[in-house]
């Protein structure tokens, strides 16, 4: 921990705020861009919402493949020196994307929180064969 600027401690890393099996699920499936349940109204980059069950959401393969490309870019890989910055990013996503999708401050908490990894492009079922090895 150390302290923030108001004076409150701020966990180092964000995944010591994760205190349930279901958030830890969550994030898991974030990273591995797997279909995950609704829980707010605002649907994070990266998914659209199911067509058929408005209660789950479904990983956009386009969002999430240029994520994994803007990942080999930026800077936020720890022990990565070179690199762009955050606005730099978010502007080439959405120049990739062709539509205002992101800021630079969801591009930070996007790889501060739930990075996509490049297993994420895989298909479903080696996503599962990941996850559960027979």
């Not at 279909?35 to 199911?50: D, L």
């Not at 994307?97 to 739930?114: D, N």
């Amino acid at each position: 921990m150390f302290k923030h600027q108001n004076g409150k401690d701020k966990p180092v890393f964000p995944y010591q705020n994760i205190q349930t099996l279901k958030e830890y699920h969550r994030l898991g499936c974030f990273m591995l861009a797997l279909p995950v349940e609704k829980w707010g109204r605002t649907i994070p980059f990266g998914y659209r919402q199911h067509p058929d069950d408005p209660e789950w959401l479904i990983p956009n393969a386009d969002e999430y493949e240029v994520m994994v490309k803007a990942r080999a870019i930026t800077t936020h890989i720890v022990g990565k020196k070179e690199g762009y910055g955050d606005h730099v990013v978010a502007d080439w996503v959405n120049e990739q994307l062709g539509r205002k999708a992101v800021s630079h401050s969801a591009i930070r908490q996007i790889y501060r929180c739930r990075p996509p990894l490049p297993e994420c492009l895989l298909p479903l079922e080696e996503k599962m064969e990941l996850l559960c090895p027979v």
